[in-house]
């Protein structure tokens, strides 16, 4: 049973940068997909990017070139980096994975079967 747990969250001022890792437990990440949601306006689970098995990334939301995706597997985590931040990206920040592959075209929240607490991002001006 794999659990996810968010870290690297917190309060900056805009400008700044942020890492949010997730680290995993009980599994391998590299066997699932995995991907990072935000809570959208509406409260819903915004998909924001994923990565497969393959090594293929696709991401869902304009990041406007400051997100970056990586996938540690020595350490079995999963890392967000946020740079040039906005006030804009005040919000929750959750990770989930899926067994094996990704979906094929939208990122959606009901096809993820494991997911961690949430983590908060909250950026000031």
């Known amino acids: 049973q794999v659990q996810l747990q968010e870290s690297g969250g917190g309060s900056v001022q805009a400008g700044g940068s942020l890492r949010l890792s997730c680290a995993a437990s009980g599994g391998t990440i590299s066997s699932y997909c995995m991907a990072w949601f935000r809570r959208a306006p509406g409260n819903e689970r915004e998909g924001v990017v994923s990565?497969?098995?393959?090594?293929?990334?696709t991401y869902y939301v304009n990041m406007e070139g400051r997100f970056t995706f990586d996938r540690d597997s020595a350490k079995n985590t999963l890392d967000l980096h946020i740079n040039n931040l906005k006030p804009a990206d005040t919000t929750m920040y959750y990770c989930?994975?899926?067994?094996?592959?990704?979906?094929?075209?939208?990122?959606?929240?009901?096809?993820?079967?494991?997911w961690g607490q949430g983590i908060q991002v909250t950026v000031s001006s």
């Open positions: 989930a994975a899926r067994w094996s592959t990704c979906p094929r075209g939208s990122l959606a929240a009901a096809d993820f079967d494991y």
């Open positions: 990565i497969s098995p393959d090594d293929t990334i």
